[in-house]
Structure formats: C-alpha cells, structure tokens
C-alpha cells in the first residue's frame, strides 16, 4: 500500500483516465484529453482526497490553497491572464466531478473571476455585451450555489427582463438590460442572504470550491447515491477550468455531442448545438438547441475538426462517448468526455459495428450489452402512430396489449374463459384478485406505485402492467370507469395499455411483435434467411451468435404444450428442463381429478387421463425431436383440482336445510374435507403423492413411456426423461425410483424393446440440498427448483409475500432485491453450491440443471455461472436472453482467468 499523503491538487497533464478515484470522472477525463493533445483549456483538479478531508473535518485541509495557489500561478502562466486582473483577467469554472458520473446533481459555477473593475475594462474594450451576459451568470449561479438563493427567484427575474424588452431569449436581452439584470440579481443575493456577491476573485474560488465540497452532501446528490448504489464516503473532485466563451457573439457557440446516437446506435456524431450560448444553456433547455448540422452550415470548418476529435476519443475509449464542446469566435474547445449512455438497441448496435470496424472483438462487444437489455429488446409494442394517450400512468410492467375493460376477477376469468382479450382496471389490486390477473392481458390500476401489488405481481408475471393512473376512477359496483373527469366507459370497452411508456389509449391500436424477437424466431428455422434489414436486430443475432460459442451452460425452455415447445425451439432451447404434467390436467380436466379423488368411475377418468397424456406426450416429443425433454411428476396439493371446501360446506347446509341429500355432492364435501391442507405449499405434494396416491402420476408415466416405446418403434430419437419434485429425504427418491421404473419396465416388456427413461430429482428442499450427496446416488441428474427453494429457504410463501409484506419490505429497504426474481445468493446460493458439491462427490458426471425461473434472470445467471451448472431452463421468451447472458458470463469468467494488459 503506498502510504505517501495523496495530493490536493493535480494540474490536468499530470493525471490519467486510470485516476478517476482521485479526480473524478470528469477531472480524469479532462487529463486523459489533455494528454492525447485535444484542444481542453487549461486547467486543475482539487482531489477527491481534499473532499473527504474538507467533509471529515468540517474545514479547509491543511495545505490546501497554498497548493492551489501554485496550480492557480501555473495557469496564469500558461495562459498568459491573471485572475482578478481587469487589463488581462483570467476567468475560470469551478465544476463538482465525482467518480461516477451524477448527471445535474452537484454544483458548477462559471464565470468566477468577473467583478465590477473586470466588467468596465471589458466594456471599454468593446466587449459590454459578453462581460454583462457573463456577470449576470456568475451572479445567478454563484448566488444559487454558493450562497443558497432559490434558483427559481433567479429565473423569475429573467423571464420578467425578457418580458420587459420584449423578447423571447436571454441571447436577445441587449446591454443594458443585462447590467439591470446583473444588479437585479446582486439586489436579490444581498435581501436573502445578508451578502453581497464577492468582489475579490480568490474569495469567489474558495468560495466555490468549498461550495461544490458540500454539494455532495446536499439532498439531491444523497438521493440519487443511495437509489444508484453509489458509496457516500468517495466525495467528489473539483475542475478549475480556464473559461472558454461560447457567449462571445454568432461564431461561438456551446454544444453537446455523442460520438454516435445513443437511441438508435446509428453511427456518426450526433447531437445539439447552441450559437452565442454558454455551456448549461444547452443542457437546461432555457432554449431549444440546434442539431449539429447548425454547426456545419455556420462553420464547416469547426464542424469538421469535431468530427476528427470525436472519432479519435471514440477510437481511444474503444466505446461511445459522450462529449461537451464549446467554440469560442471559430476555436473549437472539448470541455468533458465519457462513456456514453445508451438504449438497449443502440447498445446492441454499438458493440457489433465497433467490432466490424476492428475496435474491439466479438468477444468484448459480447460484454458490452447484458440480458436486462435484451429482455426490453423482445416485448412487443405498439405500431408508431399519432394517437393521443387517453391517459397516463406509471410504467409498472412493459409490453403492449389490447383489451375489453372488466372491473373484477370473475369477469376476467369469465370472459378470458371464453376466449375474449380483457384488460383488468381495479382501483388497485389484491391477492384475491390473482386469477383474474392471470386471465387478463393488461391490468391498469389508478392508484399505486411501481412496487403496489398489481405492479409486482405483472412483472412476475410478464403481463403489461400500468399503475397510478390518477385521471382514472373505476367504479366496479356501477362496472363503469371515467377518464379525466367525464369520459366514462362502461364494461366491454376496447382500450389499449402501453406498459412500457404508462399510456392509455381509447380503441384498439394495433399491436407489433419486437422485430428482435421475429427475427430471432425467424432466424432458427432452419432454413437460410436473408440477414434483417434492422441493424439492432442484426447486431443481437450476432451476439446470440457468439454467446452460444463461448458459453458453457446449456438453455432450455420450461414448457407444457405444443405451442410453447415449438416457441422454445425457434428462440434456439436446447431441451425442454421442465414440463408441469398438472398442466395437463387443468381447466375443463380438473373434473377428471376429481372423479378419480371422490371414486366416482374412478377407473374411467383415469384412462382418459392416460389416452390424454398418450397424446400430448406424443406430440411433445415429436415436437422436440432430438433434443432432452424433462418431464416433472405431478406435483400441486389435490385440492387445488377440487371445488372450495367453504363453498361446499354453505351449499351442504343450504341442502340439509331443506331437507335435500344428494350423495354426489355428499362425496365430493367428504373427499374436499380429507384432502384440505392448512398449509398445502408444504402439504401433500409431488413425490409425497406418488407414494400415497400414486392412480394419477402412475398413468401419466405409463402414457410417457407408451408414448416413447411407440416413437422409438417409427424410429424417431425422443430423449424423455423423468424427474421426481419435493423430494426431501433419499429414501422417498429410491422409492418413487423403484414405482417409475417398474411402470417403465411393464411398457417395455410389453413392446419387447428397451426404454430408457434417465430419472433424476428436483432440488427444492433445503434438506435435498444438505444430503444431495445420498440422493446423486439414486439419481442420473439434478434439477433446482429454486421458486420452491426459495420459498422454503425463507420460509415465505412467494404468492402471499411477493404482493404484501415483501414489497413493503422493499420500500422500506429492508431487503434490497425480490430473492423470487434474483437468486438470493447468500442464503439460496449456499444450498445450491452446496448441493453442486456433494452431488458431484458422489457421481462427478452428474447433470445439473436450474428449471426455477430465476435461470432467466440475467443476474441470477451469472451467479449460476459460478456455481458451475450444466444447463438453465426458463420460460420460452427468456430463452434468448439466457443464452447471451450464459455466454457473456462464460467471457467474463475467461477474462478475469486472462487479464489483459487493457485495465479499463
Ligand atoms: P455538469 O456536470 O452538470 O455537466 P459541468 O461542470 O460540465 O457540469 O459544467 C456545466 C456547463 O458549463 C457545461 O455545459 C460545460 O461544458 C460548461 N463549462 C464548464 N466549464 C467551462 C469552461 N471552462 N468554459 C466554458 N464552458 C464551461
Ligand atoms: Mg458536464
Ligand atoms: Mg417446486
């Protein structure tokens, strides 16, 4: 560790972008340009160092403005000027810039070094108009900054000067009355806070400096810190930057400027463009800027040498920027540069055409884009049209949908059941209102945050989702709901919800799948298709591409039915590593569960679940002809089949009431009565059925391995494979082993051909984890199921909690992620680490899979990725998104292995 006291100030050629703990983003930004010779005016950095050291000890660092007294005589040498001089005054910014960039956040005055002498020498020399436009804007930023004046009194005083002269921007405001405005603004400064505005030019740099100090402690910058995780203790640097004026008259200007777009990835430099305007007018939209192509009609010339600058920081960054610029009478200035923000598709678009044009490779550009952003890729949305939104709420969860408007579940659930597309408005919702949420295509909600429980239930869920949509009173009693005071609808009526910007709209409006996700669909057909003609879409096949190259876990797709497969397969899943068998026994099938529950023609109903499942299997595995199909043995509590036991009960003593029997009904309360559970999430379930209850599961397995032996006999390759759930103890494992087996083995015989069915177990118990090294001995492959493992780890029911007292707990911040939709690491992934390590003990080639959905989750991958698991599962439309997440991890984990010698 070096232990030498770091520096207070650093002057701009002797720092580096490697520095940006001492000098902040910004500070090193500017050294690192300065080196590569770019036209930075001159300039220092005050050290984060000194921040810290000023907070901690509430005062001015020893040492420190001798040190910057000595930076400050430096500059004056170098350019010549002498601050506080009126024949030759230097001017300069004082900017805040921390480590990591807190875009408006903290504090930047310009300006300092004007003062009455400074102006009237200027004036004389013909210069009035710059010197009182630039007085005015030290008053109003010093003033707002350093001395704490509202800056809104400020832009009162403008909008009144310009009203005055009747003009519509300050750029037009003449001479004099920017010298009223000036004294206007000093007149203010001294009413609120007792001081007059500094005359001496060193007291308005310390001033300043210690006012961006204390910047990052303000309010705003405390907020944004805690909501981007940014720590409280780094403290920010201080640019003193010799000023350069773009208010100097119509060949200078101020300007900001992105090396390409940033929304649509689109290459070329982009961006706005301000003649006669200082820095913060661009960004503060006090008016609306110019496109670049301003600046190339005015001067070709600045114009042109931008382009080459940008292109030659693009080029050394290897990536995006981002750039401030300012031209001061035809000299061009670069005032700050970083990475630059982008969309998700302009991301996509970026990394690839950097590494056609041989800046970065494949592999780099891999890690440059992530699965958050791919997963926004493949939402559909509404075509572009000029609709004007009905009205407008929060964002809750993305996607576009169009529906008839129901006010409550039962109609939801009614309606779906008849194939109608419904959009569910509620006030807000509740655990009750589940079903008809799952029912619906959109739920919209007037009142309610991001994480109310319609919010989060919808995003669990990927349905459309918009929440605190205030203009919105529904009304279920009446079924009516009224917009904006006076547009009332009634039920039935077709409306539109856009959950990715929050808008309503009256009609329906017509609905485009993402073209990314089209073309990866498109691409997987297996025939050769022409490369799309969006660059985006071009630019994540190539990434997808790469990441099935480099990445080491396999994808495939939970997935029941037909459709669902054949979605999986074009999104590119390698197998099918979860199949719900009671997903096949739903709907209008439940009354089949029931008939074999309350024994009425028992034997019956289970044929015809078993020439049922016969087919679906038959079709599934043809569907995914060559590739692993896991199927899962039935695993919900009965009574989910089954009507509700309260129901029953009221319509039993309505019976007896009037003297009526009906033994049916009798039998049905009877079986509802043995089989109710006070708590069915930890009740009879999965392998525990099998072995109490075995009717059903057994002739769902004997349907598979009928459905199996009959494929194999036309010669086609079907890879089945069984696994048992909610195991939890070994011996429960070696006996649904033997029951599967000796079902299997009847087929077998029966076709006289071997069927070979592999049989593995489920992790979802904490307790499969701690003795996962007996159950590998009974089992050729793990699959985690880590929903259930989570919810039994935590001892939290996911469906009650995640609505309730989880999402309060995440407003409150008492946990900081949902451990349903990111694996909780800590806890969860210990079991699984656990279970990984004693499986492979026992049996070193054991597979192991992931098939709970947080294997979608690009975060939870990469910790899956670590743990050093064979294959993830998740639903179809994720499938894409497991795949680049799984390879980019996969290039990462190489990287850090490699380390080159790029240390960015
Ligand atoms: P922010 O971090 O909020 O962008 P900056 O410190 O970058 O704040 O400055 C605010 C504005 O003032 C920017 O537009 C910047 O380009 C401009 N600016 C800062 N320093 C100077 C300078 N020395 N000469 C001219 N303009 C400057
Ligand atoms: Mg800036
Ligand atoms: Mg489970």
Redesign the pocket.
Known sequence: MDTAPRPLVLEFHEGDRSMSDLLGG?GAGLAEMTRLGLPV?PGFIVTTEACRAFLVAGGDPEGLWDQVDAALAALEERSGLVLGDPARPLL??V???AKFSM??MME?V?NIGLNDEVVAALSERGEAHFAWDSYRRLAQMYGRTVLGVEGSRFDDLLTEARAAAGVATDAELDDAALQQLTADFRALIVKETGHELPQDARTQLHEAVRAVFRSWNGERARLYRAHEGIPDDLGTAVNV????F?NRGDRSG?GVCFTRDPVTGEPGAFGDYLPNA???D??SGVRSPMDLSELHRRDPEIHDELSRHLAALEHHYRDLCDV?F?VERGRLFI??TRLGKRSPAAAFRIAVELADEGVIDLDEALTRVNGHQLTTLLHPSFRVDAAAPLAHGLAASPGAAVGQLVFDAATAMEWAGLGRNVVLARPETSPDDFGGMLASKAVITSRGGLTSHAAVVARGLGKTCVTGIESMVVDPAARTVTFNGDQVMQEGTVISVDGTTGDLFEGSREIQASIVATTIQESSAGTEVALPDDPTARAVLRLLEQADKRRTMGVRANAETPEEARTARRYGAEGIGLCRTEHMLMGPRRQLVERVVTDDDAAGALAEIEATALAEFTTLLEVMEGLPVVVRLLDPPLHEFLPDLVDLSVAASVAAAKGETDPVAEKRLAAVRRLHEANPMLGLRGVRLLLVHPEITVVQVRALAEAVARLLEQGRNVRPEVMVPLVAEVAELSAARERVESVIAEVAERHGRAIDIPVGVMIELPRAALTAGDLAAHADFFSFGTNDLTQTTWGISRDDAEAGFLAIYREEGIVAIDPFQTLDEVGVGTLVREAVERGRRTKPDLQLGVCGEHAGDPTSIGFFAGAGVDYLSCSPPRVPVARLEAGRQAVLKSASAHPTSDTR
């Open positions: 910004k005016p300069v910014s900017r805040s810039g875009p408006g930047t310009l930057v010799q000023m350069v773009g101020s200082q820095g913060e661009v960004v401030e300012t005032l700050q």
